[in-house]
């Protein structure tokens, strides 16, 4: 059990909804990680906060938009969702703001299916 | 820009085999970190192993080892004595100050009887 606490664990929707993921991260670990996973693009990084405000930004879709709480949790939220939406969602953590020698811990992902 | 890129998209092993599996990297930071995840089945991601760019020695974890040729851009992945549980995708990744861990494409490892 890496501590990151990903919810729902799966996500059933259809074209057009709005979605929401919630991510818990590990006792600590004041960044947050977004990562999309999908057979295609493989593991793709949207977005990092740290400590409540972003601090990276990757391969995220307008659509697409996330916020760190004051409690560190996050969410990230999909809206307008298409068929190639459907991927795995990880979210992890790390203690910092990420540097290179940053380990990150992953939660179980959420799968999400668009249909 | 830095880039991370895994040419073997499977790979067979014998229990109790040593394999390797393959990594090449592109950063024109000097100062990085290299990792290897390791995703089973179940899907969760599982951190096995870092290499700093400044490290002078190998990193070694337990069964697993990384052959880091800093000149040739090349972190390998050393999986010794190789059991059925390492049945999984390996993910090769870089970081550098200000990047987020970028992953390679994975390398799917099968351990057969």
New interface residues.
Partial sequence: D?GVTQTPKHLITATGQRVTLRCSPRSGDLSV?WYQQSLDQ??Q?LI?YYNGEER?K?NILERFSAQQFPDLHSELNLSSLELGDSA?Y?C?SSVGG????????????T?LSVL | AQKITQTQPGMFVQEKEAVTLDCTYDTSDP???L?W?KQPS??????LI?Q??YDQQNATEGRYSLNFQKARKSANLVISASQLGDSAMY?CAI????????????TSLLVTP
Avoid at chain 2, 95 to 106: C, D, I, P
Wanted: hydrophobic share 35%.
């Fill in positions: 890496s990680y493989g593991l990084f990092q990276a990757g795995l990880f992890a990420g540097a290179p020698n940053e380990k990150l811990f992953f939660g179980s992902g799968q | 100062s990085y970190g990792f995840y179940s899907g969760e991601m599982i951190f870092y700093g760019s993910f970081t550098n100050s200000g990047y987020a861990l970028n992953f390679g494409k994975g």
